[in-house]
């Protein structure tokens, strides 16, 4: 850090010695052709305060340290003869450097924009992928659904079977959800929401997914409160939960580690000035490897994954990303190398149905089995 900080203190020393001995050109030129070629010196020294990243505020100062430098080297100099030179070559710089300034921000805008344009081409082409496949798997959770309810009539009613069974046909009825909203995105169909309790459907996923998860990934399910409503499909909050939770577990790998899912209400100064009930934040954090910030920055383009091939399809984080955004909510990630990650999504809090009192809940603190 030390080497950075005293590399910049040489270059605006630098920087600043040549915008000195460019004003001094200017002053003592002796024809037009002179005074012209210490201009062109000029705006091509404001363009080189950009590429050195001179901040705004400090171009100022630049001037300023620059005229005294002049000053210092020509203590007899007729202050008439610098106010006649000196303001061209000032404002040549400045011109030149709000040019590069403006020049390096479309750049930047322009690049945003393409971003932009290739992640919507690449979300269009999930979802051409998501039309094509959806029938041909609907027809295979058909076939399992069927042999099912076959082997349903053939067991006892209170055999170890029947519980098994029954954790098949609801895997594949949320599958049976999955391809419909597949479908739905590929079609572009608008979803019909209703009012869903969070914290029994988290908890329920959580007990569905702990099966599936290694052996290693002890989850934790942390709510702070009994209750919490939003307004979505019940399939998109479980999606969100076994994405999260399946790409912590894929984080941790094999070693032991740990998963915590936390539910809590968020209540901000502009949600208490509207009157609105909050968000409900829903967290999941693991200890696993973390994320470079590279990684950070791609981590919900469609088909990234870090992955070994074969292992990942990268759609999972993009699809948590595209349900926030349909549910009208945001998402954030804390994470650094070898400090684990935390996904936060906070989505609008709704008003318990027909409540007449406080829903406020103590703190409840459960580990999965």
């Not at 992640?119 to 992928?129: D, F, P, W």
């Not at 979803?191 to 290694?214: K, N």
């Not at 002890?218 to 994405?243: K, R, T, Y």
């Not at 070994?308 to 804390?334: F, M, N, Y």
Request: glycine share 6%.
């Amino acid at each position: 850090m030390a080497d950075t900080t005293t590399t910049s203190d040489s270059s605006t020393h630098d920087i600043t010695r040549l915008y000195a001995e460019v004003l001094q050109r200017a002053v003592f030129a002796k024809d037009a052709l002179a005074l012209e070629m210490a201009l062109t010196e000029a705006s091509d020294l404001g363009r080189d305060l950009i590429v050195l990243e001179i901040p705004l505020e400090e171009v100022g100062e630049l001037h300023h340290e620059a005229l005294v430098q002049l000053a210092r080297a020509n203590p007899d100099l007729p202050l008439q003869q610098v106010a006649a030179r000196i303001t061209a070559p000032l404002m040549e710089a400045t011109m030149a450097y709000s040019l590069a300034f403006r020049e390096q921000l479309e750049r930047r805008a322009t690049t945003l924009v393409n971003a932009r344009l290739e992640q919507s081409r690449r979300l269009e082409a999930v979802g051409t992928l998501a039309a094509g496949i959806a029938h041909d798997f609907n027809n295979i959770l058909g076939a399992i659904l069927g042999f099912s309810e076959l082997l349903e009539d053939e067991l006892a009613p209170d055999s170890s079977g029947q519980r098994y069974l029954e954790y098949i046909q609801q895997s594949s009825f949320r599958a049976r959800d999955l391809i419909a909203r597949l479908l739905a995105f590929a079609r572009d169909l608008a979803d019909t929401p209703v009012p869903v309790e969070v914290v029994a459907l988290v908890r329920d996923t959580l007990t569905l997914l702990r099966a599936s998860l290694p052996v290693g990934a002890q989850v934790a399910f942390n709510s702070e409160i009994d209750e919490a409503w939003v307004l979505a499909e019940p399939s998109q909050i479980q999606q969100i939960v076994m994405n999260l939770c399946i790409n912590a577990a894929d984080a941790i790998g094999q070693a032991p580690g740990h998963i915590e899912v936390g539910l809590e209400w968020v209540q901000r100064l502009e949600d208490t000035a509207a009157e609105t009930p909050g968000w409900v934040r829903l967290s999941v954090r693991d200890d696993g490897e973390g994320m470079t910030s590279e990684v950070r920055e791609r981590i919900f383009d469609p088909f990234f994954t870090t992955k070994e091939p074969g292992k990942g399809s990268g759609l999972g984080l993009s699809v948590i990303h595209g349900l926030v955004g349909q549910l009208g909510g945001r998402i954030e990630i804390e994470s650094a190398p070898g400090a684990g990650s935390r996904f936060i999504i906070e989505l609008p809090r709704l008003a318990p149905p027909n409540a007449t009192a406080d829903d406020s809940g103590a703190t409840h603190n459960e580990k999965l089995q």
